[in-house]
């Protein structure tokens, strides 16, 4: 089975930290994405990346920014982390096509 | 703009019935969907597929039906176990797009 890994599944940090939030996964999978879970609102999309070094604006990039300089490992930066981006960040990949999504378990971040 | 909605942020359901969620988009180059399903603390996995060549698909205690014309699709889990209380995603995409969009979600709760 495909396995996402993301390294933590609870941050506290306070507001204006730089924070990373890592993601692993382990089958070659082509494309990575960073999702954010808030209740009412679903999954939106943050960033996502086709291929070691690209990456793309999914519809809520503001106050975000990704890291892939290997193909397993895709990264969320919260540049100066605000109260507001207090949420569930899901990371999820694919092998790309019409193949679903793998995610992790989650990371719940609290920024106080 | 949200192409993907689940008007139903919660469904309860008695063990043993039918629960009925549903779904509508708004893109109808949309041909590709996906249902999922999300515990507390966990990532969502995938639980069954329709592309839009087909109106039904079964696996199992899961059906899910896509009406392309009203652009709607709705899955139905019979019988209702507690195990089946959990947050349900739906996803569409279409074959020639880049990602998957996700619906808001809906909490079923699976009454004992």
């Known amino acids: 089975d495909v396995k996402v890994t993301q390294s933590s599944r609870y941050l506290v940090k306070r507001t204006g930290e730089k924070v990373f939030l890592e993601c692993v996964q382990d089958?070659?999978?082509?494309?990575m994405f960073w999702y954010r879970q808030d209740p009412g609102l679903g999954l939106r999309l943050i960033y996502f990346?086709?291929?070691?070094?690209?990456?793309e604006k999914g519809d809520i990039p503001e106050g975000y920014s990704v890291s892939r300089e290997k193909k397993e490992r895709f990264s969320l930066i919260l540049e100066s982390a605000s109260t507001n981006q207090t949420s569930m960040y899901l990371c999820a990949s694919s092998p790309g096509g019409l193949y679903g999504y793998t995610f992790g378990s989650g990371t719940r971040l609290t920024v106080v | 703009d949200q192409q993907v909605k689940q008007n139903s942020p919660s469904l309860s359901v008695q063990e043993g019935r039918i629960s009925i969620l549903n779904c509508d988009y708004t893109n109808s180059m949309f041909d590709y969907f996906l249902w999922y399903k999300k515990y507390p603390a966990e990532g969502p996995t995938f639980l069954i597929s329709i592309s839009s060549i087909k109106d039904k698909n079964e696996d199992g205690r899961f059906t899910v039906f896509l009406n392309k014309s009203a652009k709607h699709l709705s899955l139905h889990i019979v019988p209702s176990q507690p195990g089946d209380s959990a947050v349900y995603f739906c996803?569409?995409?279409?074959?020639?797009?880049?990602?998957?969009?996700f619906g808001t979600g809906t909490s079923l709760t699976v009454i004992p």
């Open positions: 089958m070659d999978h082509e494309n």
């Open positions: 990346s086709y291929d070691v070094k690209m990456k």
């Open positions: 996803a569409a995409r279409r074959y020639t797009g880049n990602q998957f969009y």
